[in-house]
């Protein structure tokens, strides 16, 4: 069975601090895909990226960054420099095959709050 | 707009009626699923279609629950006899099959409340 775990339920940084929110994934397949997903107010689940599992490179895109390490089974994703608009939930998710398709478990989400 | 569609976004119903919520997928993607949202929770896999065949069910969905993608286009959920316990936000998410990146494309989620 797969499991995704974000621990953190809520953070608050004011508006130009850097902010990590953390993910930690369970599987026993050796290849899979793991998202981002951010969820603002107006509900829609907006995908920012994604990771197989052959692929440990890290990367910057923008004020986006993210942290694989297979070693520790985390998956942790930093906004540098926070604006207002990051303010939403972010959800980590896990993306195995199962039979023919893509099953995704997604974790609790961590709610961002930007202050200004 | 090519985006995964959604209708109705929000629907207050009585318990014990029938509801039937609409997702209209991006139009090139085969593959069609239907989650669950309670407040608080990511998103329940509640049933996925590749074209019209419907391939896999989460024990979520209860006979209460059936869904439909008749042409392998648009797919339908219809909630039987609603149960407070209902009350969700229920999201459509599409993606590409073969050739894909494993992403899923969702949509903005119906979101259903029984009194």
């Known amino acids: 069975a797969q499991k995704v775990t974000q621990a953190q339920t809520e953070i608050s940084v004011v508006e130009k601090e850097d902010v990590t929110l953390d993910c930690v994934y369970e599987t026993r397949d050796t290849t899979y895909y793991l998202f981002w997903y951010k969820q603002p107010p107006s509900g829609e689940l907006v995908f920012l990226i994604r990771?197989?599992?052959?692929?440990?490179q890290n990367e910057i895109s923008g004020r986006y960054s993210w942290n694989f390490q297979k070693s520790t089974s985390s998956f942790n994703f930093t906004i540098t420099a926070s604006q207002v608009v990051d303010s939403a939930v972010y959800f980590c998710a896990l993306s195995v095959n199962s039979g023919g398709y893509q099953k995704v478990t997604f974790g609790t989400g961590t709610k961002l709050q930007v202050i200004p | 707009d090519t985006g995964v569609s959604q209708n109705p976004r929000h629907k207050i119903t009585k318990r014990g009626q029938n509801v039937t919520f609409r997702c209209d997928p991006i139009s090139e993607h085969n593959r069609l699923y239907w989650y669950r949202q309670t407040l608080g929770q990511g998103p329940e896999f509640l049933t996925y279609f590749q074209n019209e065949a419907q391939l896999e069910k989460s024990r979520l969905l209860s006979d209460r629950f059936s869904a439909e993608r008749p042409k392998g286009s648009f797919s339908t959920l219809e909630i039987q006899r609603t149960e407070q316990g209902d009350s969700a936000m229920y999201l459509c998410?599409?993606?590409?099959?073969?050739?894909?990146?494993?992403?899923?494309?969702f949509g903005e989620g119906s979101r259903l409340t029984v009194l």
């Open positions: 998410a599409s993606s590409l099959g073969q050739g894909g990146t494993g992403e899923l494309f």
């Open positions: 990771r197989n599992s052959f692929d440990e």
